[in-house]
């Protein structure tokens, strides 16, 4: 069995699930169990803390509240590996620690990286315990169209933005994603993680009027209003409405055939799912406000100076 605790929000969750259908599709006899808990402790469903997995058409996401029994050796490991592990570092610290385990942790059947690509055991034996955002599209590119395919909403986007939907798919589509929330209001998540400014926008949208014609923008941000009073844009500009759902502002945003994404794993998913054939996805630079460079970033992007 594998045994899944899942984190995050709807982008997180995304790369969680997409490195268990790896190994499942490396290992077909195991099943896979998702706990929660770490998500619902974290926030609010108002806050999109919450299954987000069952919107989509995902496979086996049985969601359970029993743990595992583990192995002597794993109790162990664990409990040496949290009684050392740098809680209060910077992240690149932390994420070297985490490497350090990695060989002696995977052996045992324990799946912990926070950040970064590493060669994980695919073979599997008895039951083992998988933790970690894996945001690296090396995890999966080898079953990359079954993962598109099954990442697609049960659910048709509603009418009310049947219209706006329309407009990106017949124009030359730019989806711009601002994102704010805890990136700006909470001063700890905002020292690693706000690192988009307005000047990267504008960069990203003088680079699109470059090369693309008739370039058509559209807005998508948790801060709608913030964003109409602070920032303004010199080509036809359109703003989502701000309070749809995140897997119907997904599928609205995977629509869009270029895209300026911020530092979210989110843009991430919208920007992989788009299919327009010379899309141009365009990103900051750096993920954090560290010097920690994670394997998030692919090959195709066009990476711009934030500062």
């Known amino acids: 069995m594998i045994h899944?605790?899942?984190?995050?929000?709807?982008?997180n969750q995304l790369f969680q699930y997409a490195f268990v259908r790896m190994l499942q599709h490396h290992n077909p006899e195991q099943q896979a169990v998702y706990h929660f808990d770490e998500v619902y402790s974290a926030?609010?469903?108002e806050q999109d803390f919450i299954n987000a997995l069952k919107d989509f058409n995902t496979v086996g996401v049985n969601e359970v509240c029993e743990h595992p029994r583990l192995s002597i050796?794993?109790?162990?490991?664990?409990?040496?590996y949290w009684?050392?592990?740098?809680h209060t570092a910077p992240i690149d610290l932390r994420t070297k620690y985490q490497k350090r385990w990695l060989r002696w942790m995977n052996n045992c059947g324990l799946y912990y990286l926070d950040i970064g690509y590493y060669p994980f055991n695919k073979k599997l034996k008895g039951d083992i315990i998988v933790s970690g955002n894996f945001e690296c599209e090396q995890y999966f590119e080898e079953i990359k169209e079954q993962i598109i395919k099954e990442l697609t909403p049960k659910r048709f986007v509603s009418k009310r933005n049947q219209k706006f939907l329309d407009k990106i798919q017949t124009t030359n589509s730019v989806s711009i994603s601002i994102r704010r929330g805890d990136f700006v209001e909470d001063s700890d998540v905002a020292k690693l993680h706000n690192v988009c400014t307005k000047t990267y926008y504008w960069r990203a949208v003088e680079?699109?009027?470059?090369?693309?014609?008739?370039?058509?923008l559209f807005v998508f941000s948790n801060d709608i209003e913030w964003v109409k009073q602070n920032m303004s844009f010199d080509i036809d500009t359109y703003y989502e409405n701000g309070d749809t759902p995140s897997w119907e502002v997904l599928e609205l945003m995977s629509n869009c055939k270029h895209f300026i994404i911020s530092n979210s794993s989110f843009n991430w998913w919208a920007?992989?799912?788009g299919t327009f054939k010379d899309k141009i996805v365009?990103?900051?630079e750096r993920w954090f406000n560290s010097p920690l460079i994670p394997d998030v970033f692919l090959d195709t992007w066009v990476k711009l100076p934030v500062s």
């Open 4 to 11: 899944v605790y899942i984190r995050g929000r709807l982008g």
């Open 43 to 45: 926030g609010t469903p």
């Open 73 to 80: 050796v794993q109790r162990a490991l664990l409990k040496l």
């Open 83 to 86: 009684y050392k592990y740098p």
């Open 207 to 216: 680079y699109i009027k470059k090369h693309v014609d008739n370039p058509v």
């Open 271 to 273: 920007q992989y799912r």
């Open 282 to 284: 365009i990103a900051p």
